[in-house]
């Protein structure tokens, strides 16, 4: 199924999305963003299809989206993937589970391997990347085809899966949903509130971080309940460069009111403002200052 949204003038609509720091680049022209929800895994709520009826996400992106100069195109099916077919897009965004060059859990038509090339070949040059929540729990890393569970707690670096090379984490695991606490590193960054914010939410414990990130938000781990969440802050919302591509990633949205509540709205439109160039933000690497100990993970 592909569904698209209207088109209309670009207006960076929601209050922050374009705060001090961050100059407008992009043209008057709509950008076009494909908004792909292949759930090869666990098929998230807010994502699925029922009874003919779009979930949550898509509905609010096709709201939304034209208010900030966004065209979404909606697809769940991986065999579209294509050079000639992404070209048409600015930006990809993932909200996907699993290996996507399998039919796996939803039944939706697999990635080719070499749709799967054709994808990060054109982030690399120089296709936006929006990511969120579960595109971390997507191509894992698998150091043993026969226990795949034996690669879970370790940290691959550069031997990763070139995706996960690419968006720059990787999903772990996730204890049960809680409040927890995002702590604001970066105001200047579109659409970042200028103070620390919490909600209820799956929050998720990701490894495997890209040495250049630029953090953006940090998961507070002070006070969460259960033991994956034992281990020092770490990157929670980040940006970075891959290649001419900008890659931006928040670990939220799983719960409707997190999708509905507007600091994550402000969030997610300030990043997708950033990856489709409608603004610029200075990302110097910043792992090292802000989560010096993100790799260090709980014991298995």
Known sequence: MILRTGAA?????????????????????????????????FEHSVIKTTNGQPGLVQKLLAEEGPKHGIEFTFSKDGSLFTPEYLEQFDALYFHTTGDLTTAGGDGNPAMTPAGKQAFLDAVSNGKGFIASHCASDTFHTIEDAAHPDRSRNKNFGENADPYIRMLGGEFLTHGNQQKSTMHVVDTAFPGIPKADFGFTEEWYSLKDFAPDLHVILVQQTEGMEGDIYHRAPYPATWARKHGKGRVFYTSMGHRDDVWTNPTFQSVLFGGIAWAVRNVNASIPPNMAEVTPKALELHAA
């Not at 001090?20 to 895994?41: D, H, P, Q, Y």
Request: aromatic fraction near 6%; hydrophobic fraction near 45%.
């Open 9 to 41: 003038t670009l207006a960076l609509g929601l209050a922050g999305v374009a705060p001090m720091g961050c100059a407008e680049i992009g043209s008057n022209r709509t950008k076009k963003v494909l908004f792909f929800s292949k759930s090869a895994g």
